[in-house]
């Protein structure tokens, strides 16, 4: 069983930056394709963004050159490094791993259980 655990959430005013982890257990981290999504409160989850297997990755534009997709296949462990942070960033951040490259869609098999991340203005 595939098991995702973030961490990184916080608090942080606008402007601000915050590195969210994700530490991948239980199969082969490199044969996956990732991604983050959050969830703002009252709002449908969204991708925020996505990497494959060979690096390659996408955003949507609320978040393209402000937030940064990364791995590190030797620690099992996804990144995303979130500057230049808004408000409207606050939501529940999720990681998700699945062997089918959804994308940004909302079809990943695997789920963490989120890390919170707040934006004062």
């Known amino acids: 069983q595939v098991r995702l655990v973030e961490s990184g959430g916080g608090s942080v005013q606008a402007g601000g930056s915050l590195r969210l982890s994700c530490v991948v257990s239980?199969?082969?981290?490199?044969?996956?394709?990732m991604a983050w999504f959050r969830q703002p409160p009252g709002k449908e989850r969204e991708g925020v963004a996505a990497i494959d297997t060979i690096g390659l990755t996408q955003y949507p534009d609320s978040v393209k050159g402000r937030f940064t997709i990364s791995q590190d296949n030797a620690k099992d462990t996804l990144y995303l490094q979130m500057n230049s942070l808004k408000p409207e960033d606050t939501a529940m951040y999720y990681c998700?791993?699945?062997?089918?490259?959804?994308?940004?869609?909302?079809?990943?098999?695997?789920w963490g259980q989120g890390t919170q991340v707040t934006v004062s203005s």
């Open positions: 998700a791993a699945d062997r089918v490259n959804w994308l940004l869609g909302n079809r990943y098999k695997y």
């Open positions: 239980g199969d082969i981290y490199s044969t996956y394709y």
